[in-house]
């Protein structure tokens, strides 16, 4: 058998080969197959770590929609109680101004009346003073003659005896 003939060289690629294969299976495939091992189990675990982030930000998504929605029924909530609240007091403010309104103007009818009756009372008085005045006039014109006097004594004793 001679080295270089193609037999030879098949049998000693094939010894190569083989010696080649044990070396690297005893060396080099552990570590390998170890790395690409490792290599997976990362890749799964930052799948896994990714899908549960992934849920976990669907999570957090929900629970702001559900946060924000919470939060917009209670601003609709607070508005409409503000609203309310505003119409109470707009109403109460007028039903006071309607009060008050009425309040004054009984007040200035009471004001009129007893202005009135003040006036009615000085006109009153003026009209007896000034009667008075005139009747006084009149009787001491009357009185001045004494034929008329006597006259005026028989009227009214008259007058006393009819009633």
């Known amino acids: 058998m001679q080295l270089t ?4 060289l ?14 690297l299976s005893k060396f080099a495939w552990k570590p390998i197959l170890g790395a690409v091992k490792g290599r997976e189990e990362s890749i799964n ?17 929900a629970d702001n929609e559900r946060i924000l929605q919470e939060a917009r029924m ?3 909530s607070l508005l409409k109680e503000a609203r309310d609240m505003r119409d109470k007091m707009i109403a109460d ?5 309607q009060v008050q309104g009425e309040r004054m103007i009984a007040q200035a009818k009471t004001a009129i009346e007893a202005e009135k009756n003040a006036a009615m009372a000085e006109l009153k008085t003026q009209v007896s003073t000034l009667s008075l005045t005139i009747a006084e006039k009149l009787l001491k ?3 001045s003659n004494k034929e008329a006097q006597t006259k005026l004594v028989e009227k009214m004793l008259g007058d006393v005896k009819l009633n």
Not at 5 to 8: A, D, H, K
Not at 11 to 22: E, Q
């Open 93 to 97: 403010s007028k039903k006071e101004a």
């Open 74 to 76: 209670e601003r609709d």
């Open 141 to 143: 014109d009357e009185l």
């Open 10 to 23: 098949i049998f000693w690629t094939t010894i190569i080969f083989l010696v080649f294969f044990l070396l």
């Open 5 to 8: 003939s193609p037999e030879s």
């Open 45 to 61: 675990n930052a799948l896994a770590s990714a899908e549960s982030a992934r849920r976990e930000m669907q999570n957090l998504t």
